[in-house]
Structure formats: structure tokens, C-alpha cells
């Protein structure tokens, strides 16, 4: 009996500082500073047991830009660590690694959901450890001190008759260390591949923010992309960029990228799983400032941005050589099945190609005259101009009576001066007649 009791004791005592250790609470970035001498990250715990912080490091984008951790964090509290001058002033990313190199918070700064902050100011959760982000001008990081607490089951065991101990040898180990839940966990930690993941749209040239990349999850279920990679053309100069993203089933995703390595003036963009592997590709070989490269049924073209929404139409260049009258493509382009499967009332005519190459030139002396920029441009249906010339038949007529009449007077004309040059020699005939005396 006094066995038994000291084994529960025992296993009472061990499980009690085994989950302190290896547990895997949700801890999270809550706050930080990139423009502060030096610069600072605070993380608080929002579960409900103390964790243990030796082994676990705060780094950004990179793997040797990093600092340790150290100590404990007790249920809703907080640690602030010093950074040194270390985080980007002008973007960059902050990651919270637990002490099995898994990643258990990411945040990147500065985006839409991460504003920006100034000199001696901070961008933290508000409140703390909720989704939204905000500028604090007066921050107030803390740093909490947590300590284990003492437990009493040590002294019950003290005055246990000392012949009851030698006999605990051989069963204690196959009891406890067996049933440590700490080896479950861990297969969850190495990261899952998944097929069917696409680039779906490509911002290479923003007008204002940052670079990103929209994905498209082709699956029936949701995935879950541990330390993927974006980069541009191998060996291209521009270091990979990491990102974690959670898509529901055939959904879209945007990773905003903390700092540009896609070249305007053409370049690569590759997807690579967390081994490096390439899952898709797009080759381009311009871009437009504002617009973004989309897919639409396998074929690229700039358009206007969709992010988290379907991309979109590209139409098809016509192939024909000959140049084909403005009505006959308007006619054709809109009648039968197209035009009441994939266009609305007052939807798109034309559009541009990647070379910026129209459809029908007669629509690019339109837009070149309206100053619309020649990517995805959609002309509706009843803004076109008309001409307002006179018909064919008018100008012609028009024509002929004048040059009738120019005859006419040049006839008449010519009639006069021969009748007047006639009367002239018979006056001067009479004249010598007259002299003469006849």
C-alpha cells in the first residue's frame, strides 16, 4: 500500500513539470518595435499553462538573423526580448520558433493588416493578442517575470519508511516514460506537400505597397503551406522568400512579400514546397505599373488586380493576316453562344494582349484618343463614337454640280469675248470704208 502511494506521488510530481516543458500553447508576437534603439519584440501567452522558453528563437526572414530565448512565460503574460538594430525599417518579417525549430507565429511588416509605425513607436494587437494590428505612439512593452511554483507533494514524501523505497527501481521507468505525451506531437511538425497548389495572379509592379502573389488551391479540401517559397529565376540574384498560408478547398491566397525581387522589365516567378521542390512556374516578359499577370483557363495576360477573386477574361488574338472591318469582329464577337454565355449586357468588346496588340485597330484609334492605358481595357457597347460625316452620294453630287457649273461659266465666258472681238472688226472696217470715200 505505501508502495502504490508513493508511485502516484512520484508520477503526480513528474507529469507535473513534463507539461510545463514540452507543451504547445499558444504563444504569439503581440507586439514590436523596428524603428527604436534598440529594436524590440513582446510575445504573450494566451493559453492556460506556463512554457517553458529555453531553446526557442524570434528571427526574421532569414535563417542566421535570429536571437535565443530563455525562460518562462506564465498563462496571459508577457516577454519583451531586445533585438538589437536587426529588424528592417522598411519591412520585414518576425518569426516565433519554438525549441523544435516549428514555427509558432509569423507576422509581416509593413503591409495592409500591419501598419506602419515611426521613430520610438510601436505596432502591436489590439487588444492584446487579437487579429488587429494598430500603431501605439507612447508604447509600453512588458516583461513579466514567471516562476514554477513550489510543489507540496515533496514533503509528503520525506517520512516514507525507507524499506518501501528499494523495490520502486524496476517499475518507475517502463511506467512513465511510455505514456509522455510529448511523442505525439511531434509527426505534426514535419511538413505536408500537397499537388494542385498554382500561381493564380502576380502583382510585379505595384503602383503603390508591396509585391504578392495570389495561389489557387485546385483541392477539394483545405491546405495548410509550412515554410513554402516564392522566388524569381534561379540563381537569379534575389534570395527565396518563406511564407506559411492556410487556403480553404478551391480557394484563393495572397502572400504579400516583404521586399521586391521580381524585375519589372521581365523575369520568373517559381513555387517551391518546403524541400525546394517546384510546384508551378510563370515566365513573363513585361509589366505595366498597377496592373498584375493573371491566369484565365491556362493563358497569362495583364489585367486589371483581382486578389482573392477570380481573374480576368482573356480573349484570344484573331490569327488572320487580312485586316478585318470594324463591324464585321463587333458582330461576330457578340453574337451567337459567346456572346450570351460570356458577356452581359454592357460588357467587354475587346481586349489587349500581352504585347498590347488590339483586337480590331479601329478600337485602338478609340482608346489611343480617350488616353485609356492598352492592358485589359473594356470597351462597352454603346460608348463608341459615331462620325458625323455626310454620306457618300452627297459629296459626289456635290462635287459634279460644282464642276458643271465651273463649265459652264468658263463656256460662257469664252462665248462673250468672241462676240465682242467680232463687233470690234466690223467697226473698224467701216471705219477705212469711210476714209476710202465709198
Not at 518562462?72 to 519554438?98: H, M, Q, T, W, Y
Not at 511588416?109 to 500591419?114: D, E, I, L
Not at 517559381?270 to 516578359?285: A, E, M, T, W
Request: charged letters at 20%; glycine letters at 6%; hydrophobic letters at 40%.
Amino acid at each position: 500500500m505505501a508502495i502504490r502511494r508513493l508511485v502516484l506521488v512520484f508520477l503526480i510530481f513528474f507529469l507535473f513539470f513534463v507539461k510545463v516543458e514540452n507543451i504547445l500553447a499558444q504563444v504569439i508576437i503581440n507586439e514590436f518595435s523596428a524603428l527604436s534603439s534598440p529594436d524590440w519584440v513582446e510575445i504573450y501567452n494566451l493559453g492556460e499553462e506556463i512554457v517553458d522558453l529555453d531553446g526557442w528563437k524570434i528571427r526574421d526572414d532569414t535563417l542566421t538573423n535570429k536571437i535565443d530565448l530563455s525562460g518562462l512565460i506564465c498563462p496571459a503574460s508577457f516577454r519583451k526580448f531586445d533585438f538589437s538594430n536587426r529588424l528592417n525599417n522598411a519591412g520585414d518579417e518576425i518569426r516565433l520558433v519554438n525549441n523544435k525549430e516549428e514555427e509558432i507565429d509569423r507576422v509581416v511588416y509593413f503591409s495592409a493588416q500591419v501598419p506602419v509605425h515611426l521613430v520610438n513607436q510601436s505596432t502591436g494587437r489590439s487588444p492584446n493578442g487579437a487579429d488587429f494590428w494598430q500603431v501605439f505612439f507612447l508604447p509600453n512593452p512588458q516583461d513579466e517575470a514567471c516562476f514554477l511554483p513550489i510543489p507540496t507533494p515533496t514533503v509528503t514524501i520525506s517520512p516514507t519508511p525507507s524499506p518501501a523505497i528499494t523495490p520502486l527501481p524496476t517499475p518507475t521507468p517502463t511506467a512513465l516514460l511510455t505514456p509522455t505525451p510529448t511523442i505525439t506531437i511531434s509527426p505534426t511538425s514535419s511538413p505536408q506537400d500537397y499537388d494542385n497548389i498554382f500561381l493564380n495572379e502576380i502583382m510585379p509592379n505595384p503602383k503603390e505597397g508591396s509585391e504578392w502573389i495570389e495561389l489557387y488551391n485546385g483541392n477539394d479540401f483545405k491546405v495548410n503551406l509550412i515554410d513554402w517559397l516564392i522566388d524569381d529565376l534561379a540563381d537569379g540574384g534575389s534570395s527565396p522568400q518563406r511564407f506559411s498560408l492556410i487556403i480553404e478547398a478551391n480557394s484563393y491566397g495572397v502572400i504579400d512579400l516583404t521586399r521586391a525581387i521580381f524585375n519589372n522589365t521581365g523575369d520568373q516567378v517559381r513555387l517551391l514546397n518546403s524541400q525546394g521542390v517546384l510546384k508551378d512556374d510563370f515566365l513573363y516578359s513585361n509589366t505595366t505599373i498597377g496592373q498584375s499577370w493573371g491566369r484565365f483557363d491556362g493563358s497569362w495576360c495583364l489585367q486589371e488586380p483581382t486578389p482573392n477573386r477570380s481573374n480576368l477574361i482573356c480573349l484570344s488574338l484573331l490569327t488572320t493576316p487580312t485586316p478585318v472591318p470594324t463591324k464585321t469582329i463587333l458582330s461576330t464577337t457578340l453574337s451567337g453562344s459567346l456572346a450570351s454565355s460570356r458577356f452581359g449586357q454592357n460588357d467587354v468588346l475587346g481586349q489587349v494582349d500581352y504585347q498590347g496588340r488590339l483586337i480590331d485597330p479601329d478600337l485602338k484609334d478609340y482608346l489611343l484618343d480617350t488616353e485609356e492605358p492598352l492592358s485589359l481595357l473594356a470597351i462597352k457597347r454603346s460608348r463608341r463614337p459615331r462620325r458625323n460625316w455626310l454620306p457618300d452620294w452627297l459629296l459626289f453630287f456635290w462635287g459634279g454640280l460644282s464642276l458643271g457649273l465651273g463649265l459652264i461659266r468658263m463656256v460662257k465666258k469664252k462665248t462673250d469675248s468672241s462676240s465682242t472681238f467680232s463687233l470690234k472688226i466690223l467697226k473698224e472696217g467701216s471705219r477705212d470704208f469711210t476714209n476710202i470715200g465709198l
